[in-house]
Structures are given as C-alpha cells and as structure tokens.
C-alpha cells in the first residue's frame, strides 16, 4: 500500500467547454487562444441590458453517457459524466478494469443543478417540488454530479463526494483525490468540477454589477467584470506506481495543494487569505516561489479580484511573479468548474510546452502589475504550474502541477 509520500500523477483528462470538447481540441484552443463568448440562449434574457456567456454548444451527452438515462440528470450532471467517460478513455481504462478498483469520485460545483429550476413554470414552483415530474425532481441533486460518474463507469467500490466550495470547487475536488492518493485508501482518483449555465447566478452577478458587456479582460484597466459561462472537467489520477505499472501516459504530477478559508468577507477577496492559501500549497508540494514558472490566475476579470490576487501574488513571489494569466477571458467564468478546467489546462500546458494567453486585453492595469501573456500563446518549457482558485466567503484552494520526472 502506498505511503503519505506516495507520487500522485495525471494520467487522463476529460474537457466539455464552451471553447472545445476532448484533450486535442481544447489543447488546439488554448494555444490559439479561442474565445467562447456568445449571446446566452439557456434562458430568456429579455430584460438584461447585456447578456453575453460562454455557453457550451452542440454538446450531445448521448455520444458519451451509455448506461445512465439522460432524463435522470440534469445539464451539470450530464457534463461531468460526459468529462469522466472522455478521461478514462484518454487514460486508457476500460470499464472492467474500472469495476475492479477502488476509486476516490470528487465533483466541485457552484450551481448543482438549480439550473433545472429555469425551465420550470411558475405553477411548478408554486407547488413545490411535490407537483415537480420525477425525471425534474430526480435530476436536481447535486450529488448527482459525483455519484452518476460511479454509476456510469459501473464502480462499485467508489466513494464519490460533491464539494460545494463556490468557485474554488474544483481544485477541493483535486486535493481531495491527492489526499485519498497519498494515503493508500484509493487505487484511482476521478476529480473535477461541473456547472451549467443558469439564471440565478447571472441575475445574482448582474445585480453585483460585475456582469462583463461584450467579454471579460482580465488585469486589464478597463475591465467591467465577469461573463458567466459552463463546462467541466475531470482528471485521472494515479499513483505514479499505479501509472507504471500499467504503462500509462502522465500529463503532469501533482505536486500539492493548499486549502483555507479567510471569512473575511462574503464577496470581496482577501489579500491575506490569498497570499497564505499560496503559501501553504508551496509547502505542501515543496516547491519554492522562485521555482514556478507560470500561475494560473483565478482572474475573474472584476476590480476588486485581479487587485487583490495580484497583490498576494507579489507578496508571496516577492515582487517577481512569474507569468500570470487567467483563462476566463476565454472560457468565462465557469463557476465550480473553473478550477478544474484550470487544471486541465495546466496539465496540458506542461505537456505540450506553451503558455495558453489572456486574450481580449488590450493594456494592463498599473496595479496588477503582472505578465498575463496578452492575446498570443507563448512556447515555454515548463516546470511547475501554479493554479488559483478563490471563491466567495474567502474559500481558497490552490493545486502545484509539475512536470513529470522519473525522479521527484
């Protein structure tokens, strides 16, 4: 049984988002630096002044979701189940070596499926959930997004969770497969994040004032805010005994992680609880500051966010952070996915050599103060990626990916 020092690696990624679907064209999309804004069509915007997303279009959960029926899950659910089934077969597991193992299951979301509450009446919601139709009433919990992952892949000894950690979710998600990892009581990891499109959580950020008009730009001195967008991803993760012994690709190690929650506010970020949350995943992985090569910036493209995390950013890189981006400006704001296609992302990056841009920018805010790649990929060899996730009520999470080396 492996020990607390056990090595943790990626060894499969699945990705449905609004900017490409699957490892290769989401890979394609980050290096060309693709935008995924267009007018949202998931409910009736009438009334909003603007109303652009980042939706995910021409997704057909059927072509991935084979055991499980489609009425009993609800939007988020079907992406999650869909991101898993892409994962494991980029890894190159099959159902039956899936069935035999034990596995760790966790799902980061914001939203759940509330979603589904968009398509209701208002003579459905009168009557509660009650007068709802099973397929509505089966398809809203959130711990769909874990447990149908199980049930899809037909594992029968998994222990599958849904951390509801806001916009950090996914990198909960993450750190909590580590954590089964490093500690023998999991022979897999499936771990990510899901979240559709929905109208409460635009209404809530149009009423914040943080809804983006056209497109989010992050660090950029003329940014208005967020756009709200959907997806998910999941990634396979194995101890690197496991992965050798079967042979498998890795994309990237997982070095560590960091986790705490500040409470200093319900909305705005915390400089301190950001730079600590930095803080504790670098010693957790063992990496020094000087030692990252790229962060992964939550980004979200508001004043106070890329303020704030840029200011912890320097408190901790002592002035000198390495390259900075935030792929929302590509993707939006995908709720508890975020993270999650963040590390994907990540991992990705790491494999292939290149820094996937901050797109949309068109001259940096003098107090942000960071390179966050403007618009064009850059080719770059990379050791250690470091990736931010902050949510409301100061959850922050933070994941360190590295570059895959024979010897730690």
Not at 105 to 134: C, K, M
Not at 146 to 158: F, P, T, V
Not at 204 to 209: E, I, M, N, Q, T
Not at 338 to 352: D, E, F, M, Q, Y
Request: net charge negative; with cysteine; hydrophobic share 40%.
């Amino acid at each position: 049984m492996p020990g607390a020092a056990a090595r943790v690696v990626v060894t499969g990624i699945g990705v449905v988002s609004s900017i490409g679907t699957g490892v290769r064209e989401f890979t394609q999309a980050l290096r060309d630096g693709r935008s995924g804004v267009s007018p949202i069509t998931s409910f009736d915007t009438t009334g909003f002044e603007h109303a652009n997303g980042c939706e995910v279009r021409d997704f057909k959960p059927e072509e991935w979701i084979r055991r499980t029926p489609l009425d009993g899950l609800g939007r988020a659910a079907r992406l999650s189940v869909a991101a898993a089934r892409m994962a494991v077969a980029d890894a190159g597991l099959t159902d039956a070596e899936l069935g035999g193992r034990r596995a760790h299951i966790s799902v980061g979301t914001t939203d759940g499926e509330t979603g589904g509450l968009d398509q209701l009446t208002e003579a459905d919601l009168a009557g509660g959930p009650r007068s709802w139709s099973p397929a509505t009433a089966r398809s809203i919990p959130a711990v769909r997004l874990s447990s149908a992952i199980a049930a899809e892949l037909g594992m029968a000894d998994a222990e599958a969770g849904t951390f509801a950690t806001a916009c950090s979710a996914g990198n909960y998600a993450i750190g909590s497969g580590l954590d089964a990892l490093r500690l023998g009581e999991a022979d897999l990891a499936l771990c990510g994040g899901a979240d559709a499109v929905c109208r409460k959580t635009f209404t809530a950020f149009y009423r914040l004032g943080t809804i983006a008009p056209d497109r989010c730009r992050p660090f950029d001195k003329d940014r208005q805010g967020i756009l709200t967008g959907e997806g998910a991803a999941v990634l396979v993760l194995e101890t690197l005994e496991a992965a050798r012994r079967r042979g498998a690709r890795v994309y990237a190690e997982v070095l560590g992680y960091g986790l705490n929650c500040d409470a200093s506010h319900p909305v705005a970020p915390d400089q301190d609880g950001i730079a600590r949350c930095m803080e504790l995943a670098l010693e957790d992985a063992g990496v020094r500051p000087e030692q990252v090569d790229l962060i992964s910036a939550h980004g979200t493209g508001t004043k106070a966010n890329d303020v704030t995390e840029c200011r912890a950013i320097h408190e901790v890189y002592g002035g000198r952070p390495p390259r900075t981006v935030s792929l929302k400006s590509m993707l939006g704001h995908t709720m508890g996915a975020a993270a999650a296609l963040a590390g994907a992302a990540c991992s990705l990056a790491i494999t292939h050599g290149f820094v996937p841009p901050t797109t949309g920018h068109r001259e940096t805010d003098p107090e942000c103060e960071v390179d966050c790649v403007p618009n064009h990929s850059v080719p770059a060899d990379l050791e250690i990626v470091q990736s931010n996730g902050l949510a409301f009520a100061g959850n922050n999470a933070v994941v360190l990916f590295g570059k895959y080396k024979e010897q730690a």
